[in-house]
């Protein structure tokens, strides 16, 4: 299992799901937000036929991110384990300028107005990625298998651990982090949003204190 990938947004581009983001793109200034890694948000991947790109995704806040209540996979913990990850975002960030980054969540079947919505499948619903979050214009999509390729459910740690990540993208963290105590890395074992993770986020929004 230790060979499977976090979403990997950067094989998005051939299906044209981003190309609506229209934010402005805000360069990291030199010396502010340490440690971050919004530098290498902006350097192209390589093999990557999308560049990277690091910019407020999401427009207003708290964001409403509604947890889809359609289908087999939808269950009240399931529902909890998101809204961890919501709150795990909303804690990182709470300190900062502006009330930081909040995320609203609530299960639903209405998801009119959010800004955020999630949806539980198999790995086969997600592209073949544990999740997968792709821009819809007015909203972000994120799908999250929580049945691997084996069909075996996926643990809730683990669950939690993806749902944050793709959170990431979902703000604007449109690429991954080298380091593999980043939420944003593809390590698959880190379990918590790191201060490089908050700032790089914060250089998006103009958030940092
Ligand atoms: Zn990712």
């Known amino acids: 299992m230790g060979t499977r990938r976090i979403a990997n947004w950067t094989k998005v581009g051939g299906m044209g799901l ?14 502010a937000y340490e440690p971050n890694y919004a530098k290498i948000m902006l350097t192209p991947y390589k093999g990557s036929n999308v560049a990277p790109r690091l910019a407020a995704a999401r427009h207003r806040f708290p964001l409403k991110v509604i947890v889809l209540e359609d289908g087999v996979y939808f269950n009240a913990h399931y529902f909890e384990i998101v809204k961890s990850a919501c709150d795990a975002w909303t804690k990182a960030t709470k300190n900062v300028a502006q009330g930081g980054v909040t995320l609203a969540c609530t299960s ?9 919505i999630f949806r539980f499948g198999t790995m086969r619903d997600s592209f073949g990625f544990d999740g997968f979050t792709s821009e819809q214009g007015s ?71």
């Open 18 to 31: 981003i190309a609506v983001m229209a934010a402005t793109l805000i360069a990291a200034q030199d010396g």
């Open 108 to 116: 639903s079947n209405d998801p009119k107005n959010a800004d955020v």
């Open 139 to 209: 909203f972000a999509l994120i799908r999250l298998a929580v049945r691997d390729d084996g069909n075996l459910p996926v643990a809730p740690d683990r669950l939690k651990r993806i749902a944050m990540h793709e959170f990431g993208h979902a703000l604007g963290i449109w690429g991954h982090s080298p380091n593999p105590n980043d939420i944003m890395s593809l390590d698959e074992d880190t379990r918590s949003i790191s201060t490089a993770d908050v700032n790089t986020l914060l250089i998006a929004y103009s958030k940092a204190p």
